[in-house]
Nanobody, 125 residues
Framework: QVRLEESGGGSVQAGGSLRLSCTASRRTFSRNAMGWFRQTPGKEREFLAA????????????YVAASVKGRFTMFRDNAKTTMYLQMTRLKPKDTALYYC??????????????WGQGTQVTVSA
């Protein structure tokens, strides 16, 4: 069973930074692309970023949504089987529950989504 463990959420003032972490099993991490989503109450889950697996032909190729590009960066530490979402210049509209995502395929575009439990990010004005 896939387990994804997120951490790093919290409260921050606008303009601040946070780094979210997601740890997965070695098998999942090496074979599957990983991603980040976020969701606020009453809205659909928003796809933020994804990174291809180390086993992919496009090793560590990344995608970042236009809505956060230039402020959010995704990267992975293969030795720690952990991926990160570095968030900078945070805005109140970034307040959401952030989910780590197993994309189910080696390429960042993925085959399916398997989400973790989520970690809350709150940005105050």
């Amino acid at each position: 069973q896939v387990r994804l463990e997120e951490s790093g959420g919290g409260s921050v003032q606008a303009g601040g930074s946070l780094r979210l972490s997601c740890t997965a099993s070695r098998r999942t991490f090496s074979r599957n692309a990983m991603g980040w989503f976020r969701q606020t109450p009453g809205k659909e889950r928003e796809f933020l970023a994804a990174i291809s697996s180390p086993d992919s032909s496009d090793d560590s190729s990344t995608y970042v949504a236009a809505s956060v590009k230039g402020r959010f960066t995704m990267f992975r530490d293969n030795a720690k089987t952990t991926m990160y979402l570095q968030m900078t210049r945070l805005k109140p509209k970034d307040t959401a529950l952030y989910y780590c995502d197993d994309r189910g395929g080696s390429n960042w575009k993925g085959l399916y989504d398997y989400w973790g439990q989520g970690t809350q990010v709150t940005v105050s004005a």
